[in-house]
């Protein structure tokens, strides 16, 4: 098992085959933690999360647990949301955090957004003394995903026994991964320009309705379209183009620009208390079930999957 300690952030993979070796990789992670005094926190899908409940006893009580299905839906938001969330509770220890953000129920869609995520843990907490321990499903992911993980963790974990990974390359993954996305087979389409914001606003939230949201995710959509083109006007060249259209249940929003985001945490990091700025992406990624970017110098795509709750 990882001895967490030993550097300020400690990141590994944990690949595990069927539910016994789940628990043995997961249950002396939580409970040497609270022996050690560190506050614990699990963030795994539904079904492992009643598993490592029954498995831990007691000791329940002590642990903050959340269902990742929910939680971290969208892979954008499980770094502010889920994991400096909690770490950031309790900056005067270190924490011990189980995140498990890629199962076998991922869609290909949201695959390449959770490489992403997995990839800027790292930058994210560097320094920090924080554990954040992924297990990965080997019986029912892919040789994709598997490989992936060795690239995204500087530590495996496997059979039992800790090692480096040899082809751990984080900074690689995020650029690998930020691919230009496939276009919509057809789409309603609005260009816009800065006196043109209120309108646009009020085209997303026609269309969005005309698509099958209804009340409050009505409300997201015209949140997360106000942020996006506002961003656009600012940022990316004074105009964009919106684009909205129906994908297997869900309404997708997209704005497209000519800004570049350099920054591959924006919107991954709560804003500082004194900033007025810089809660725009992070908004869009708490309200949205899957954001997806294409970014590179003279332009940005940002696509949102809105579905209704």
């Known amino acids: 098992?990882?001895?967490?300690?030993?550097?300020?952030?400690?990141?590994?993979?944990?690949?595990?085959?069927?539910?016994?070796?789940?628990?043995?990789?997961?249950?002396?992670?939580?409970?040497?933690?609270?022996?050690?005094?560190?506050?614990?926190?699990?963030?795994?899908?539904?079904?492992?999360?009643?598993?490592?409940?029954?498995?831990?006893?007691?000791?329940?009580?002590?642990?903050?647990?959340?269902?990742?299905?929910?939680?971290?839906?969208?892979?954008?938001?499980?770094?502010?949301?889920?994991?400096?969330?909690?770490?950031?509770?309790?900056?005067?220890?270190?924490v011990r955090i189980i995140g498990e953000p890629i199962w076998a129920g991922r869609s290909t869609v949201e695959y390449p957004a959770c490489v992403q995520h997995e990839a800027l843990i790292n930058p994210a907490f560097e320094g920090r003394e924080v554990t954040i321990l992924c297990p990965y499903d080997v019986d029912r992911l892919d040789d994709q995903a598997l490989t992936d993980a060795h690239a995204t963790h500087p530590v495996v974990i496997s059979g039992g026994r800790e090692r480096p990974s040899t082809s751990y390359a984080p900074d690689d993954v995020v650029e690998r991964y930020n691919q230009p996305l496939e276009p919509p087979s057809a789409a309603e389409e609005l260009t816009f320009r800065a006196h043109q914001l209120p309108e646009v606003r009020h085209f997303a939230v026609e269309q969005a309705a005309r698509l099958g949201l209804s009340g409050v995710r009505l409300e997201d959509v015209a949140l997360i379209v106000a942020e996006l083109t506002t961003n656009s006007v600012v940022h990316g060249g004074g105009f964009g183009t919106l684009r909205t259209w129906a994908e297997d249940g869900q309404v997708v929003c997209e704005v497209r620009d000519h800004g570049h985001l350099s920054d591959p945490l924006a919107g991954r990091r709560p804003p500082a208390r004194d900033r007025l700025g810089g809660r725009g992406l992070l908004l869009v990624h708490t309200l949205a079930d899957l954001v997806r970017i294409h970014t590179r110098p003279g332009g940005t795509t940002v696509r949102c999957y809105i579905g209704q709750r």
Not at 39 to 68: I, S, W
């Open 1 to 94: 098992m990882t001895k967490a300690g030993t550097e300020p952030f400690v990141h590994p993979a944990l690949f595990y085959q069927g539910e016994q070796e789940y628990l043995q990789g997961t249950v002396p992670f939580v409970r040497d933690g609270l022996t050690a005094g560190e506050p614990v926190a699990v963030a795994v899908p539904g079904p492992n999360l009643a598993v490592l409940k029954a498995a831990l006893g007691e000791d329940v009580a002590r642990v903050k647990f959340l269902d990742m299905t929910e939680a971290g839906r969208n892979p954008g938001r499980i770094i502010p949301r889920v994991l400096r969330a909690f770490a950031d509770t309790h900056r005067h220890t270190r």
